[in-house]
């Protein structure tokens, strides 16, 4: 028992004779169900317009390619090596989105370390807060973004002093009642008068 491909051929605008975009698909499946069953397989062409010998030379070529990917994946059919190469390809593809992750992850994490920099050199009083603003924008220095390069270009800068006013000295007011005896204070308690009052008085007295 073989199996049958029926593979079709029909002239292109160009009017050279033009494979049905299923006929090698066709084939392909005929050869891995024949390797399965452990028999032949034989295409049959409809509309044929080549000679004999190219058919042939194609059919050569795609056992030639079975047997290559046989070869090359270990696996006893076709089947399996398709299914091979499909988990491969899946395999390839969450590569790249765990590589893609990793690198959105370490960027981040950059960044973390860019603002625990800027950060420390703000409170240090080595970095303006306006200069620390610059160096945040995504339009910054190159240096900025690079972890090492910052840290050299912060341990250069020295803390900035901001000159502090030094405070008014306050004259201490005179208390009027200071400059009366204790007989004149004695007076104004007895009396029941505000000794300001009488210091006042007199005060007034002297300049007179």
Do not use: Y
Not at 39 to 62: N, P, Q
Not at 106 to 133: C, N, W
Request: proline share 5%; charged share 30%.
């Amino acid at each position: 028992m073989s199996v049958l491909a029926i593979l079709e051929q029909r002239p292109a605008p160009d009017g050279r004779p033009e494979w049905n975009r299923m006929s090698f698909e066709t084939l392909a499946a005929a050869q891995q169900i024949a390797a399965e069953l452990k028999t032949t397989a034989l295409a049959a062409v409809a509309g044929l317009k080549e000679k004999t010998e190219a058919l042939g030379a194609r059919a050569a070529a795609a056992e030639k390619v079975h047997a290559q990917l046989l070869e090359v994946t270990g696996k006893a059919t076709a089947g399996e090596a398709l299914a091979l190469v499909a988990g491969i390809k899946e395999k390839a593809a969450k590569a790249d989105e765990l590589a893609e992750q990793l690198a959105k992850f370490e960027a981040e994490k950059r960044a973390g370390q860019v603002v625990a920099l800027l950060d420390t050199a703000s409170r240090e009083g080595r970095l303006t807060p306006a200069r620390r603003e610059e160096l945040m924008k995504a339009d910054a220095p190159a240096f900025a973004r690079d972890l090492a390069q910052l840290k050299v270009f912060l341990d250069c800068l020295q803390p900035v002093v901001v000159p502090v006013a030094a405070p008014k000295h306050a004259e201490p007011k005179e208390d009027p009642v200071a400059s009366l005896t204790e007989d004149e204070k004695h007076f104004a308690e007895q009396l029941k008068v505000d000794p300001k009052k009488i210091a006042e008085f007199k005060k007034s007295q002297k300049q007179q």
